[in-house]
Every structure is written in C-alpha cells, then in structure tokens.
C-alpha cells in the first residue's frame, strides 16, 4: 500500500485517523475526484444514498481495477 486516504463526514475526524495510520485526510465530497489514483474502497457509513453511483465509476480512468468494500 503506497498511500492510505481517510474520508470522514468532517475533515477533522478524517484527519486524526489518517494520523493514526499514517495517511491522508479528505471531507466526503472528495471521494469521485481520487478514484483515479485508488485501488480498493473501504465504506462504513450509513447514508440514505451511495456516496459512490454508477457516474463516478464509470468515470474513473484509473488503468487498474477497482476492489469495493461496504461495511455500512
């Protein structure tokens, strides 16, 4: 694993585990804009909608395939 990215409902909370496993902290709204550079997804959230839909996968240009895991 090269980078670990943290999203988090607030940016602060996202930023005291990114701290804690040495990665990099982003707010939810980020998520479709680092696909491109992504591998696997790891969501634990409970939300009335997905926060990744079939436009941002589909938009992704990332060369390699995306492995997506959904705890929530």
Known sequence: CEQ?????RTVERAAELALRVGGRAISLDRI???LDKT????GSIAVDRPLLDR?????????T???LI???
């Open 32 to 34: 479709p804009h680092e």
């Open 70 to 72: 959904d705890l929530g």
């Open 4 to 8: 670990v990215i943290v999203a988090n």
């Open 65 to 67: 395939p995306l492995f």
């Open 55 to 63: 436009s941002s996968l589909r938009n992704r240009s990332g060369a």
């Open 39 to 42: 591998d696997v997804v790891i």
